[in-house]
């Protein structure tokens, strides 16, 4: 039975946060079993952090959660589906 309910599909997204507390505030908020894989590192631009996760959560689902977050802004204006190299992580 278990052969015909269909996996969930993992998908990679990236975006650019403003400080260290908003990925933190991120993680504190998503569930454990939405993400495979979560890295964040330094922008050489900007004073934020690049962020890019592996996940099974729908861009909705990952707007609604930052929506959760103060001053999340820069996460929700730089959200993109896709990996984090091929994301200008440019606000809207």
């Known amino acids: 039975m278990g052969q015909n309910r269909r996996a969930e599909q993992a ?8 400080c260290v507390a908003d990925v933190n505030a991120l993680l ?3 569930p454990v079993n939405r993400y495979a894989r979560f890295s964040a590192f330094p922008d050489v631009t ?5 962020v890019e996760i ?7 689902f990952l707007r609604a959660v930052m929506g959760q977050i103060e001053d999340a802004h820069v996460m929700l204006d730089t959200l993109r589906m896709v990996p984090r190299a091929q994301n200008r992580l440019l606000l809207r």
């Not at 900007?46 to 690049?50: K, P, R």
């Not at 592996?54 to 909705?60: I, P, Q, V, Y």
């Open 11 to 18: 998908m990679i997204c990236s975006f650019r946060a403003e």
């Open 28 to 30: 504190e908020r998503l």
């Open 46 to 50: 900007f004073l934020d952090m690049q």
């Open 54 to 60: 592996e996940c099974t959560s729908t861009h909705a």
